[in-house]
Every structure is written in C-alpha cells, then in structure tokens.
C-alpha cells in the first residue's frame, strides 16, 4: 500500500496543480479525474498542432509545385558543353 500512494504522489508532481505546503494533499479519485483531463487536454492540443503541421506542409508542397511551374526549362543544343554555350541558338533562346 505504501508503494502505492509512493506512486500516486509521483502522479500528482506531474500534473498542473498547486503542490504548495500550505495546500492540501488530492486524494486519490481527484488525482485520477485530474490526470484523466490532463490527458485528454493534451490529446487535444497534439492533435491541433498536428492540424497545423498538416497544413503547413500542404502550403510548402503547393508553393514548391507553383516554383517548379515558374522555371524556365534549359535545353540544350548539341553544342552545349558543361552548361555553357555560346550557340547563338542558345543565346536567342534564353
């Protein structure tokens, strides 16, 4: 029984509540209701952040796909060496 409330203290430390002295100690089914929110609060904020995270990586993959479309393919003629050519093709092309 000691290794039990040796636990339920360990529980209590971990949760947003006042372990002041002058405060008195939960007991047991309050330290249980508290965690069980606790838990489910933080459930809650994952889950919006993983929303955003979500989100933020949809935009980065639509702003890399309007990037790529904004470039202008290279092509090269048959004179083109080492992405340089001085093929007045090449020139008037660009």
């Given at each position: 029984?000691?290794?039990?409330?040796?636990?339920?203290?360990?529980?209590?430390?971990?949760?947003?509540?006042?372990?002041?002295?002058n405060?008195?100690?939960?007991?047991?089914?309050?330290?249980?209701?508290?965690?069980?929110?606790?838990?489910?609060?933080?459930?809650?904020?994952?889950?919006?952040?993983?929303?955003?995270?979500?989100?933020?990586?949809?935009?980065?993959?639509?702003?890399?796909?309007?990037?790529?479309?904004?470039?202008?393919?290279?092509?090269?003629?048959?004179?083109?060496?080492?992405?340089?050519?001085?093929?007045?093709?090449c020139?008037?092309?660009?």
């Open positions: 029984m000691h290794e039990l409330n040796d636990e339920f203290e360990s529980l209590r430390e971990c949760l947003p509540y006042p372990n002041e002295a405060s008195r100690r939960m007991s047991k089914a309050n330290t249980l209701l508290l965690a069980s929110n606790w838990i489910k609060h933080l459930s809650n904020a994952n889950h919006k952040l993983q929303m955003e995270l979500n989100a933020a990586n949809a935009k980065i993959e639509m702003l890399k796909t309007q990037y790529q479309k904004s470039e202008k393919p290279t092509q090269k003629c048959s004179k083109c060496k080492q992405n340089v050519c001085f093929s007045v093709d020139i008037t092309s660009s």
